[in-house]
Each structure stands twice: as structure tokens, then as C-alpha cells.
């Protein structure tokens, strides 16, 4: 199984601040997600990368930067985090295409700005 | 633009009834969808998929989906459904092609009583 691991899993934040948002797997996945989960949405994609030193701006980019230095290493972040940004965070990886991909995803952080 | 329509925010049922979750999806072209399972607390993880074939797909846990072109729809099965059932589950679709993102709907919270 698949090991997708974030951190922090709790984050409090002030307006205006940087915020960064690790993940780590441990299973060679080339692909690599970001999805906040908000009621009412469902879960937004934010950035992703194919592999290391690739990013991606998903459906809803605005206000986030990702990195991604290694295979294992996926972050995301928040220059100057706004309450808007107040979220669950969750992090996925995969290792396919064309509908052969089955995504392992972290427990999420929860991200408060205020 | 793909998109995923779950209409139903909330279900809630009596253990050993049986349940129907509704998926219902816009693409113009063969859709690969998917259905994730978040139980409370945790995160998500997968219960199966549709690429392409026989159009009644089966996962783990005892689900089952059926794919329907004719109304666009992939709706989720279950007989009977047990209490530990309850949880939040997440219709999604990959447009196919290179690009593997997928599109989330917004879930349903599946509640089954004891």
C-alpha cells in the first residue's frame, strides 16, 4: 500500500504570512496532487506535477505556488495566506494514465488563517 | 469542460436496505470515472472504476457501479448496507487522453442507521 504522508495535519496562520504544505510518498509515484476540500465543493484541484521539477496549475491556482524537487516531494505554497485560504488540504499520488491511475491520498492538513 | 454532478448532499438509510448513490457527469467524449470513499476522520481511498467494458463494475468493500451512456450517469451500489457504510463518498471523472487529473463532485454523506 501506498504511503502518502503530510504535514503538518494542523496549521494555524496568520493574514499575510507564508504558509508551506508538505507531502511525502514513499511509493515511486510520478504524479502528484494538491486538492483543498471545502462544504459545498467537493475537492478543487490546485497545482500537480508529473514528475520532479514539474508543476502543473490545476483548476484553482490562484494565491498557491507548488514545488517539486524530488520524486518523494511534493509542496505547496501559500505566499501571503488570506482567510480565504482557510481549507482542508489533501495531497494524492499516482502512478498512471488514461484511466489507470489509482490515487493514494494523505490524511490531509487543516489549514486555519485568521 | 468536464464536470461531475452529485445531487443528493445527503442520503440517510436503515441498515440492510439497499443504497444508491447518484453520479451523474458532463464530457463530450468515453469518460474513465471513479469512486472514492472518505469514512470519518480519514482520508479518501479508492473503491473503483470504469475505463471501459463490461458496464457494471465492481469494488472493494462490497460496491458495486453501474456506467449508463444513454443518461451519463455512474451510480454507486450497495445490498444490504451495513452502519459502517456510513461515509462520505466522492464521484470523480478523468477527461482521458495524457492527463490524468480528475474532476471531483461534491460528494454525498451516506448515513446508515442501526
Known amino acids: 500500500e501506498a504511503a502518502v504522508t503530510q504535514s503538518p495535519r494542523n496549521k494555524v496562520a496568520v493574514t499575510g504570512g507564508k504558509v508551506t504544505l508538505s507531502c511525502n510518498q514513499t511509493?515511486?509515484?510520478?504524479?502528484m496532487y494538491w486538492y483543498r476540500q471545502d462544504t459545498g465543493h467537493g475537492l478543487r484541484l490546485i497545482h500537480y506535477?508529473?514528475?520532479?521539477?514539474?508543476?502543473e496549475k490545476g483548476d484553482i491556482p490562484d494565491g498557491y505556488k507548488a514545488s517539486r524537487p524530488s520524486q518523494e516531494n511534493f509542496s505547496l505554497i501559500l505566499e501571503l495566506a488570506t482567510p480565504s485560504q482557510t481549507s482542508v488540504y489533501f495531497c494524492?499520488?499516482?502512478?498512471?494514465?488514461?484511466?489507470?491511475?489509482?490515487?493514494?491520498f494523505g490524511h490531509g492538513t487543516k489549514l486555519s488563517v485568521l | 469542460a468536464q464536470s461531475v454532478d452529485q445531487p443528493d448532499a445527503h442520503v440517510t438509510l436503515s441498515e440492510g436496505a439497499s443504497l444508491e448513490l447518484r453520479c451523474s457527469y458532463s464530457?463530450?467524449?468515453?469518460?474513465?470515472l471513479f469512486w472514492y470513499v472518505q469514512y470519518p476522520g480519514q482520508s479518501l481511498q479508492f473503491l473503483l472504476k470504469?475505463?471501459?467494458?463490461?458496464?457494471v463494475v465492481k469494488g472493494t468493500k462490497g460496491f458495486e457501479a453501474e456506467f449508463r451512456k444513454s443518461n451519463s450517469s455512474f451510480n454507486l451500489k450497495k445490498s444490504p448496507a451495513h452502519w459502517s457504510d456510513s461515509a462520505k463518498y466522492f464521484c470523480?471523472?478523468?477527461?482521458?487522453?495524457?492527463?490524468?487529473?480528475?474532476?471531483f463532485g461534491k460528494g454525498t454523506k451516506l448515513s446508515v442507521k442501526s
Open positions: 511509493n515511486n509515484h510520478n504524479n
Open positions: 464530457y463530450s467524449a468515453a469518460p474513465y
Open positions: 470504469y475505463i471501459t467494458g463490461d458496464t
Open positions: 506535477s508529473y514528475g520532479a521539477g514539474s508543476t
Open positions: 494524492a499520488s499516482g502512478d498512471g494514465r488514461g484511466g489507470n491511475e489509482r490515487l493514494f
Open positions: 470523480a471523472l478523468e477527461a482521458g487522453g495524457s492527463n490524468a487529473k480528475l474532476t
